[in-house]
């Protein structure tokens, strides 16, 4: 079992960039695969990013490639979400979340993951 605490949030222009933050505790994080998802009032939570265990494969949603990246330290039990030229669109409260699994291939659907943090928000000013 691991426990999920996001940090980072904040505003911002548009053009700006934040870096999310998910520190994770509990036994053998470098087991788990972890995901980033976001939402909006009255939306369902969607998928941003993901990384498998050891972060040799990551996949994202159409709308953030190109902007965001993914990345993880096993070392520091910790999970990042680098945004960069942020849109007002991006605007939402962003969750962590994560799975035990040392696949390869990484789930982006809300099921597949067990673990979830309590969110941070991101605000995008225009």
């Known amino acids: 079992q691991v426990q999920l605490v996001e940090s980072g949030g904040g505003l911002v222009q548009a053009g700006g960039s934040l870096r999310l933050s998910c520190a994770a505790s509990?036994?053998?994080?470098?087991?788990?695969?972890m995901g980033w998802f976001r939402q909006t009032p009255g939306k369902e939570r969607e998928f941003v990013a993901a990384i498998n265990w050891n972060g040799g494969s990551t996949d994202y949603v159409d709308s953030v490639k190109g902007r965001f990246t993914i990345s993880r330290d096993n070392a520091k039990n910790a999970v990042y979400l680098q945004m960069n030229s942020l849109k007002p669109e991006d605007t939402a409260v962003y969750y962590c979340?994560?799975?035990?699994?040392?696949?390869?291939?990484?789930?982006?659907?809300?099921?597949?993951?067990?673990?979830w943090g309590q969110g941070t928000q991101v605000t995008v000013s225009s």
């Open positions: 979340a994560g799975r035990l699994s040392v696949a390869v291939r990484v789930g982006i659907g809300l099921n597949w993951y067990d673990y």
């Open positions: 509990g036994r053998a994080f470098s087991n788990y695969a």
